[in-house]
């Protein structure tokens, strides 16, 4: 089975700053990568796709790049509405699984 | 509008069993391939279980195979996980889920999400 390893698992930033979560495969995955921002009691909501496809919606402020076993997340410029639990998802099709990440939790300095 | 509405949730005693339901609306529920996810208290997310959408192929994590069994019926457009055997570590929120793409067997990633409903295994 693929295992995903995200980092930080937590952080602190100020508004305005660029906030960076990587996700490494335990092995390569291509672009099956997807990341989601879940806030406090509320269901995950799917931010990125495919690596780094902004999903319908998004603000352009989230991005995400990577392929093979290195992915990182990138939020340009932090706005209080960011804080939340991201995750990445990694998809394989063989057979078909699903695998997230342990989690991202970002707070407001 | 998609809409999952998941039901069915509750305390149960180890070693028993729940059906949660999804009911779905706003979309062709037949050709997507839908999903079951969840997540403990305090912890991050698992998937549990996919099935195509003509029901043909049903897929499960290591942790829920042979106790879980997910189902669904395209004429009521809703989606089932019956759970046996129970065991403490089941404990959480249980999110039915829609992929992005319309594909009978394709599950790769979800732009829609129920609100959850929380199923406690405990004595």
């Known amino acids: 089975d693929i295992q995903m390893t995200q980092s930080p698992s937590s952080l602190s930033a100020s508004v305005g700053d660029r906030v960076t979560i990587t996700c490494q495969a335990s092995?390569?995955?291509?672009?099956?990568l997807n990341w989601y921002q879940q806030k406090s009691g509320k269901a995950p909501k799917l931010l990125i796709y495919?690596?780094?496809n902004l999903q319908t919606g998004v603000p352009s402020r989230f991005s995400g790049s990577g392929s093979g076993a290195d992915f990182t997340f990138t939020i340009s410029s932090l706005q209080p509405e960011d804080i939340a639990t991201y995750y990445c998802?990694?998809?394989?099709?063989?057979?078909?699984?699903?695998?997230f990440g342990g989690g991202t939790k970002v707070e407001i300095e | 509008e998609v809409l999952l509405l998941e039901s069915g949730g509750g305390l149960v005693q180890p070693g028993g069993s729940l059906r949660l339901s999804c009911a779905a609306s706003?979309?062709?529920?037949?050709?997507?391939?839908m999903s079951w996810v969840r997540q403990a208290p305090g912890k991050g997310l698992e998937w549990v279980s996919s099935?195509?959408?003509?029901?043909?192929?049903?897929y499960y994590a290591d942790s829920v195979k042979g106790r879980f069994t997910i189902s669904r019926d395209n004429s009521k457009n809703t989606l089932y996980l019956q759970m046996n055997s129970l065991r403490a570590e089941d404990t959480a929120v249980y999110y039915c889920?829609?992929?992005?793409?319309?594909?009978?067997?394709?599950?790769?990633?979800?732009?829609?999400w129920g609100q959850g409903t929380l199923v406690t295994v405990s004595s």
């Open positions: 495919d690596a780094s």
């Open positions: 706003g979309f062709t529920f037949s050709s997507y391939a």
């Open positions: 099935i195509s959408g003509s029901s043909g192929r049903t």
């Open positions: 998802q990694q998809y394989d099709n063989l057979p078909p699984s699903l695998t």
């Open positions: 889920a829609k992929p992005l793409r319309r594909s009978n067997g394709w599950f790769g990633y979800f732009d829609s």
């Open positions: 092995q390569e995955i291509s672009n099956y």
